[in-house]
């Protein structure tokens, strides 16, 4: 790319915003699932626009294994090669099909998670069981990698001549779509979004039947990535003159406290006749207000054409969507013909001006910014993969909270649930395709992340690529071909955004010759000190960073027991939270940096192996229970006071010993006592922490915090007794009785004075009554293989968790935990109500009864 057309690229100042299709999680959101501080906009006061339908389409479906080599276990399919010889055949799909046995659930589903843990360590690299954290899925357990979906639903006669698509958001893999006995469509990436029209396939005003044959033997990663129709599915209905998807955009040019907007669509005819359409745009801000109206001439659109429109609009007295200040509008985009409206649909979009400068860094809106960001993958302890909605705000919140203010989706196209939260809580974000490649499979991925996501406000960045070795090195004459393509693609479909990669190398060569911002995996300051000085007119910033490790609640490494302490683990790329932003946070060219990672994540355990089946990076473990670390990045990423004292103080058997004490604040200086006596001040450094060595002694360490003299805030921690009775505390104490909400409990072990035991270990059992499920369980031990969704599970240095779902019936949920078993001491058990209240519920395909 010439330097001057990259230069005005990353210093443009478009605005972008987020593309939130009529109906989906951002449209029909209500206040509860949303966290207090987080502003709404209108989406829930706009009412849906006729004639266009997106039903959700996850309840009432049923599942079960088929397998991958023997057909007469995969209901016969592939007995013959004629399975594929007529259409219409495909008898598992047709309404006298018995799926009496079959398992009925509710998506989205991971089947993996259910799965039982496997010591498979054959093979190489990421071939064994090993990176994806020991769950038997592969060529290798044909039993367990295959699964069946079926679900039978009504369409009405009035839906004859509307376009009917079945929409995936993902499913992980290989996954083929029957419907009334005809095979409709296959894909084969885990990550990317796929629809098929079933229009012609239908029995309108009659029982239909849809079939989906899921096959996760091949993955598209080296990490955890789960099994299933693990996302939403929906059935979308539209006249035959309908929006393209996707295609309608929002880019904005800021001008002081006003902005033009350069409004984008295009317009399908799919009708037996010719027709004359104009598009009309209605901008509204966030309190629902009509701010500014557009409208683009009628013109004829032949049958099985489509017609581009445009349009421009001025916004005044413009809310900028900024981290502290998320404001959205909303733009309604209609299609008339004939004098009706024929289309219509919902885009969010937020106005900003995000610029990379190769000497100031970034800046948003204007204002100089840091990227404080951590990369994550998708899954949590409990659901693996399949997620609810209202877990991907729990999950940001906590970053959130933090100070961390971007999050990278490692390493692929995310659900839009992620990118809605980030939107909404004010989050920006690295958006990552998976395949790296230039091929018509890999440039149809970016194509569709792209146009999916490119009227997100969240969005700063665009990713084509993960350390892709060869094509930085001994491809690099392919690489940089590669690169160039994607990076020309991504800027064809978007040219408001930089473009850039995750790069593990000097970025001298290969895939990087093509990108407009340069990142840098790691090797720390080795590589990018000397080439900002080589090159100094390319922006640069951290795309990977750190690789810190740690267990929670562990203060001591022994490979016996496979825990790493939470002082200073990290593993040899790597380096601690206090060494990377020590340079990343200090360089005024640095844009800042993503540390890996935010949670730990199934897969990839390091730097053990079996028995260990979850990664040890995350600043927060699987549940998204702070480790130590997280009150580092608390005291250097945001401006409040901030005193954190570790470790615990239950050594018994250790009294005499020398322990090493740490505190992270971001106050002048710090002094701790022992059991009432000073130990002595420390002047904190800037970015650094402060620690004392202490004899043990049972009792209590204090922290105190000074600024300015005085002491501001105090944190102890005391010896506990043995662990006597369970706690129980939700996040929200009441949810929505959607069949979707859901709450996250945490369980604690106390004392019998009710303090936090740090190191106990009991076994709780759960029981839930009431109009709701329990879903999934965990504790953040990387290394234990209990069930995630049996109803029970043992604390982990006094923690647990709980996730509970709500059915479609307002009423109350009892969740009780007691002690599971007879051994160990008794415990005091604890219980919790949760109330769901009745709720307008987000429109859905009906289940049909008795099916």
């Given at each position: 790319m010439?330097?001057?057309t990259r230069r005005?690229?990353?210093t443009?100042?478009?605005a ?11 449209f029909?959101?209500?206040a509860?699932?949303?966290?207090d501080?987080?502003p709404?906009d ?10 266009r339908?997106?039903l959700?389409f996850?309840?009432?479906w049923k599942?079960?294994f088929?397998?991958?080599i023997?057909?007469?276990?995969d ?10 010889s ?10 006298d099909?018995d ?7 509710n998506?989205p589903?991971d ?8 010591h498979d360590?054959?093979g190489?690299g ?6 994806h954290?020991?769950?038997p899925l592969g ?9 069946w979906?079926?679900?039978e ?7 004859l ?11 992980f ?16 990436n885990?990550y990317?979004?796929?629809?098929f029209d079933?229009?012609?396939?239908l029995?309108?005003?009659a ?12 993955g598209?990663?080296?990490f955890y ?7 939403h ?11 393209g998807?996707?295609?309608s ?6 001008n002081?406290s006003?902005?033009?907007?350069a409004l984008?669509t295009?317009?399908?005819?799919e009708?037996?006749?010719p027709a ?5 745009w209605?901008?509204?801000d966030a309190h629902?207000a009509?701010?500014?109206t557009a409208e683009?001439p009628?013109h004829?659109i032949?049958?099985d054409?489509s017609?581009?429109y445009?349009a421009?609009?001025?916004?005044l007295n413009l ?10 509008y909303?733009?309604?985009v209609?299609?008339e013909?004939?004098?009706k ?9 937020g106005?900003r ?5 190769p000497?100031k ?7 100089p ?6 990369c994550n993958h ?6 693996g ?5 209202r877990?991907q705000w729990f ?9 961390c203010?971007a999050v990278?989706?490692s390493?692929n ?5 992620w990118v809605d939260?980030?939107d909404?809580?004010?989050m920006?974000m ?6 790296m490649?230039?091929?018509a499979?890999?440039?149809?991925q ?7 996501y ?9 990713s ?6 060869l094509l ?14 994607m990076?020309?693609r991504?800027?064809?479909?978007d040219?408001t955004?930089?473009v ?13 010759t093509?990108?407009?911002i340069?990142?840098f ?6 590589f990018?000190?000397?080439f900002?000085?080589k ?5 640069i ?10 267990t929670r ?5 022994d490979?016996l027991r496979?825990t ?6 990290v593993?040899?790329?790597g380096e601690?939270p206090e060494?990377w932003?020590s340079?990343y946070?200090?360089r005024?060219?640095?844009?800042g940096?993503?540390a890996?990672t935010?949670?730990?994540y199934?897969?990839?355990p390091?730097p ?9 990076f995350?600043?927060?473990d699987?549940c ?5 670390y997280?009150y580092?990045?608390t005291?250097?990423w945001?401006k ?10 239950n ?9 090493p004490v740490?505190?992270?604040s971001n106050?002048d ?9 000073s130990?002595?001040s420390r ?8 620690e ?8 209590a360490?204090?922290a ?8 501001v ?11 006597a009775a ?9 949810i929505n009785?959607d069949g979707e909400?859901?709450a ?10 009710g ?5 106990a270990?009991n076994k709780?059992a759960f029981k839930?009554?009431?109009?709701g499920?329990?879903?999934?369980v ?5 290394n234990c293989?209990?069930?995630d969704?049996?109803?029970?599970r043992s604390?982990f ?9 709500s059915?479609r019936?307002?009423?109350?949920i ?10 160990g001491p008794?415990l005091?058990?604890a219980?919790?109500?949760?109330t769901?209240?009745?709720?307008e519920l ?6 049909v009864?008795g099916?």
């Amino acid at each position: 790319m010439p330097e001057m057309t990259r230069r005005n690229l990353l210093t443009s100042g478009l605005a972008v915003s987020a593309a939130s299709l009529l109906g989906r999680s951002a449209f029909a959101r209500t206040a509860a699932l949303l966290p207090d501080d987080v502003p709404q906009d209108s989406a829930a006061a706009v009412p849906a626009v006729a004639p266009r339908e997106q039903l959700l389409f996850d309840f009432g479906w049923k599942f079960t294994f088929g397998n991958g080599i023997d057909p007469t276990k995969d209901l016969g399919f592939g007995f013959g090669q004629a399975d594929f010889s007529k259409t219409g055949d495909f008898k598992f799909a047709k309404a006298d099909f018995d799926d009496s046995k079959w398992r009925p659930l509710n998506l989205p589903h991971d089947w993996a998670v259910e799965l039982p843990f496997v010591h498979d360590d054959a093979g190489e690299g990421d071939s064994s069981l090993k990176p994806h954290g020991y769950k038997p899925l592969g060529r290798r357990y044909p039993e367990t990698s295959v699964g069946w979906y079926r679900r039978e639903f009504e369409v009405p006669q009035s839906d004859l001549g509307r376009r009917v698509w079945v929409e995936f958001d993902g499913g992980f893999r290989d996954v083929l779509v029957f419907v009334n006995g005809c095979f409709i469509g296959r894909n084969n990436n885990g990550y990317a979004p796929f629809r098929f029209d079933l229009s012609d396939f239908l029995n309108y005003g009659a029982k239909n039947h849809i079939v989906v044959r899921v096959d996760a033997s091949f993955g598209d990663g080296w990490f955890y990535e789960g099994a299933g129709i693990y996302r939403h599915v929906w059935l979308t209905k539209t006249d035959p003159v309908h929006l393209g998807k996707w295609e309608s955009v929002v880019r904005a040019t800021v001008n002081g406290s006003s902005a033009t907007l350069a409004l984008a669509t295009v317009v399908q005819n799919e009708g037996k006749e010719p027709a004359n359409a104009k598009v009309i745009w209605k901008i509204l801000d966030a309190h629902g207000a009509t701010v500014a109206t557009a409208e683009a001439p009628g013109h004829p659109i032949p049958v099985d054409g489509s017609a581009a429109y445009s349009a421009t609009a001025k916004l005044l007295n413009l809310a900028l969507w900024s981290v502290e200040e998320p404001n959205l509008y909303a733009a309604i985009v209609a299609v008339e013909a004939d004098g009706k409206v024929r289309d219509a649909e919902r885009v969010t979009f937020g106005v900003r001006a995000a610029v990379f400068d190769p000497v100031k860094g970034f800046s948003l809106n204007g204002k100089p910014l840091k990227i404080q960001g951590t990369c994550n993958h998708q899954d949590h302890a409990g659901v693996g993969a399949a997620l609810p909605d209202r877990l991907q705000w729990f999950r940001l919140a906590l970053l959130r909270e933090m100070g961390c203010n971007a999050v990278r989706t490692s390493h692929n196209m995310p659900t839009p649930e992620w990118v809605d939260a980030c939107d909404r809580m004010g989050m920006m974000m690295m958006c990552e395709t998976r395949q790296m490649s230039s091929n018509a499979e890999g440039l149809q991925q970016l194509e569709l992340m792209v146009k999916r996501y490119r009227n997100s406000p969240s969005i700063i960045i665009w990713s084509i690529g993960n350390e892709e070795w060869l094509l930085q090195d001994k491809m690099a004459e392919q690489g940089a071909k590669i690169g160039a393509s994607m990076v020309q693609r991504c800027h064809e479909l978007d040219p408001t955004r930089v473009v850039s990669a995750a790069v593990n190398g000097d970025n001298e060569k290969g895939l990087s010759t093509a990108l407009d911002i340069v990142g840098f995996n790691y090797n720390t300051p080795k590589f990018p000190e000397p080439f900002h000085k080589k090159y100094p007119k390319r922006p640069i910033f951290g795309s990977e960073t750190s690789s810190a490790i740690c267990t929670r609640g562990e203060y001591a490494t022994d490979p016996l027991r496979n825990t790493v302490n939470s002082y200073d683990g990290v593993v040899p790329w790597g380096e601690t939270p206090e060494k990377w932003w020590s340079f990343y946070g200090t360089r005024e060219w640095e844009a800042g940096g993503f540390a890996w990672t935010g949670f730990d994540y199934r897969g990839e355990p390091t730097p053990y192996g079996w028995p260990s089946i979850n990664s040890q990076f995350g600043i927060v473990d699987m549940c998204g229970f702070p480790k130590d670390y997280f009150y580092y990045y608390t005291a250097w990423w945001r401006k409040d006071p901030s005193l954190h004292l570790f470790p615990h103080w239950n050594w018994h058997g250790r009294e005499g010993d020398e322990i090493p004490v740490w505190v992270y604040s971001n106050l002048d200086e710090v002094e701790l006592f022992v059991n009432g006596k000073s130990l002595g001040s420390r002047k904190v450094p800037h970015l650094g922490h402060v620690e004392w060595k202490v004899r043990y002694e049972p009792g209590a360490i204090e922290a105190r915090g000074s600024k300015d003299g005085k002491v501001v805030l105090t944190e102890k921690r005391e010896t506990t007794g043995e662990t006597a009775a369970i706690r129980l505390t939700a996040d929200r104490t009441e949810i929505n009785a959607d069949g979707e909400d859901i709450a996250v409990l945490k369980v604690e072990g106390l004392d019998s004075e009710g303090r936090l035991v740090p190191i106990a270990g009991n076994k709780i059992a759960f029981k839930v009554a009431g109009p709701g499920a329990l879903i999934g369980v965990g504790n953040g031990d990387p290394n234990c293989q209990e069930s995630d969704k049996e109803p029970k599970r043992s604390l982990f240095n006094g923690l647990a968790q709980v996730i509970v779902q709500s059915t479609r019936q307002p009423g109350t949920i009892q969740i009780e935990a007691s002690k599971d078993g007879w051994d160990g001491p008794e415990l005091k058990p604890a219980s919790i109500a949760i109330t769901t209240k009745q709720v307008e519920l987000r429109p859905s395909v009906p289940v049909v009864r008795g099916s």
